[in-house]
């Protein structure tokens, strides 16, 4: 990115400011249905400062130009705001946020803008909490940005698909009752969705509209008799229509949401997700409209896998866990072999084998192949302008890590792996060993059914913190069924907000990565998906229900990076078990130079 560009949009849209009479503009990285990727027309915050991270905020001002981050994304975000202007504001506890920050340095009757379209309604609560104090004006209908993105991408166009039938356990017709069974549970009338995976979901359709997740671009609103879907009618097929007219799902203009909800009366209450529902796409509705504002029931109901969606998963795992074990025996032959890799063959051959598979769709996230240092940054990824070879000096070693995944069909994956190069030392063995005894700790966890997710981050966090080290991230996240690879409600992380809606059930799919960042040195993260289970012996307690951990990714852990005197009995019995199991699921399903490292990388030790 050609750093005077950036000089130059921020220039303009101050210019644009002082032509609107505001103080200040909030761009965050967010769309109409506040996804995590998105479509090339909502990326202004990335268009505005260069700044590639999928999590930030930008405020510019008449003299000031920031940009707030979390710590994954901190040394990226340096790099790439070097030069621009624009200063590097670090999210962290006990530093002022992007709200505190304009309640401090804003005067009484400022204003400040910032679009209505992605600004979601718990946002713009908090923004008008932290504005009330110093009287500043909050502005959301404002469009400033069109006089100065005069080039701005158009809208995905992408056609609708179904979701292939021989994946799909329930009807969009019984998941619609199920959402209107939650409604009648709180005496909602209607119900909006802008969740992409929601409706996804919700459907059985899938779409091509971002990268990475297979959503499509919609609204949907729902009441006791009628759901309609608003969309753009050109994606939608003749085939796909009639789907959607047996499912008792009519179809309007996308832009016609907002109209559709201003014949909303006094009588009516809308249930919708605040997080999760734009304010400018409530611009239309009347005075008087009662709102219901929680968790969508789809939310819940989609993160609870059908057993049939569980088998399903299982077989992509095992696609996937082949086609990893064809890469890594390649990717070792190869460097063996005296041949020069960079982290970007890394994703061009994970992305060459899991293509090869059936059911293949896409990668489910871009891919992290970092190495060495750039292990280091948790959400790091290689560029055609910026990425490194795997070079080691002679007598030395590294590490590269390895975060990837795919989109089957019939399952969502991902997984990261760490990579020694060359001759590791006692300080990546001791370091990876203890990153290993975290994710050990919480694969064999029993927790009460029902418990709030973000509780059990800590059973992962013990080793690492009684070795006086720990990690910026959160232990884990929801994982889709051919939707989202980021899929809540459930998330391990203390951090998390609202920890009552974030219960623990049987079928979830969570993902367990603990990991450990020395600056500027290496990285290392272990990854595996994992099942919510109820425990098989007893089925119950006096104390009540009991879930645990089914480990549902297959393909070894480098046994060449253990220290094994810093493991327990338990803890190598885990492992050993771990890869036996591994070994069965995949032995059948490679030959060759595969089946010879599969061999060779779960013997026990």
């Excluded at 050609?2 to 990285?29: C, F, G, Y």
């Excluded at 909006?192 to 995976?197: A, G």
């Excluded at 608003?230 to 996308?254: E, H, M």
């Excluded at 996230?365 to 292990?375: L, R, S, Y």
Aim: aromatic share 8%; with cysteine.
């Amino acid at each position: 990115m050609n750093k005077q560009n950036i000089h130059d949009r921020i220039d303009n849209l101050r210019q644009a400011l002082v032509k609107q009479d505001l103080t200040a503009i909030i761009v965050p990285s967010a769309d109409p249905h506040l996804s995590e990727y998105l479509p090339e027309y909502w990326q202004t915050r990335q268009w505005l400062t260069g700044f590639t991270g999928s999590v930030g905020t930008l405020v510019v001002t008449a003299d000031f130009a920031g940009l707030w981050t979390d710590s994954r994304y901190w040394v990226h975000a340096a790099d790439q705001l070097d030069g621009t202007g624009i200063s590097l504001q670090k999210l962290a506890p006990g530093q002022p946020n992007h709200i505190d920050w304009l309640a401090e340095h804003l005067a009484e009757g400022d204003s400040v803008a910032v679009d209505g379209n992605v600004l979601s309604i718990a946002e713009q609560d908090r923004l008008l909490d932290g504005f009330d104090a110093s009287d500043i004006t909050l502005i959301t209908d404002r469009d400033v940005l069109t006089d100065i993105w005069a080039d701005r991408p158009a809208l995905p166009t992408a056609k609708l698909y179904k979701h292939d039938e021989q994946f799909i356990a329930q009807s969009a017709t019984s998941k619609l009752a199920a959402v209107r069974a939650g409604m009648a549970e709180v005496g909602a009338t209607h119900h909006l969705l802008s969740s992409l995976d929601d409706i996804a979901w919700l459907t059985n359709l899938r779409g091509a509209d971002v990268d990475y997740n297979p959503v499509f671009l919609s609204h949907m609103l729902i009441d006791a008799k009628k759901a309609t879907l608003f969309i753009d009618n050109n994606k939608v097929s003749s085939q796909i229509g009639k789907i959607l007219k047996d499912s008792c799902i009519t179809l309007a203009d996308y832009e016609a949401v907002q109209d559709a909800l201003g014949t909303l009366t006094a009588n009516d209450l809308l249930l919708l997700d605040p997080s999760k529902v734009a304010v400018g796409t409530l611009s239309n509705m009347g005075d008087g409209i009662g709102f219901i504002e929680r968790m969508a029931p789809s939310t819940l109901l989609k993160s609870i896998k059908s057993d049939a969606d569980i088998d399903h998963v299982r077989e992509a795992m095992r696609q996937d866990g082949a086609a990893l074990c064809e890469f890594f025996a390649t990717f070792e032959q190869r460097l063996n072999a005296g041949e020069r890799l960079s982290e970007l063959d890394v994703d061009s051959m994970l992305i060459d084998v899991r293509s090869q598979q059936p059911h293949y769709v896409s990668p489910s996230f871009p891919t992290i192949a970092g190495f060495n240092e750039n292990g280091a940054l948790p959400h790091y990824r290689a560029t055609p302008e910026k990425f490194s070879y795997l070079d080691v000096a002679e007598g030395e070693g590294g590490l590269l890590l390895i975060d990837s995944g795919a989109q089957y069909q019939n399952g969502t994956t991902d997984i990261t792996r760490v990579v020694g190069i060359g001759q590791v030392n006692s300080d990546h063995k001791r370091d990876f060993t203890t990153v290993l005894k975290a994710h050990i700790a919480l694969a064999k966890a029993h927790f009460p059914d029902g418990i709030a997710s973000p509780l059990i981050d800590a059973i992962c966090r013990a080793p690492l913190w009684q070795a006086q080290m720990d990690y910026g991230h959160g232990t884990g996240h929801g994982v889709g069924f051919f939707l989202n690879v980021h899929e809540g409600p459930q998330v391990i992380a203390y951090s998390a907000s609202t920890p009552k809606e974030r219960a623990m059930k049987e079928g979830m799919i969570s993902s367990n990565e603990p990991g450990l960042y020395r600056e500027g040195k290496y990285g290392i993260r272990i990854e595996n998906l994992m099942v919510n289970k109820r425990v098989s012996q007893p089925t119950e307690t006096e104390f009540g229900d009991f879930l645990n951990f089914e480990t549902v990714t297959y393909c070894p852990i480098d046994t060449r990076l253990i220290e094994k005197s810093l493991l327990s009995d338990i803890e190598v019995d885990w492992l050993n078990s771990y890869h036996k199991q591994v070994y069965a699921e995949l032995n059948g399903r490679v030959k060759g130079a595969a089946l010879e490292w599969l061999t060779e990388r779960t013997q026990a030790i």
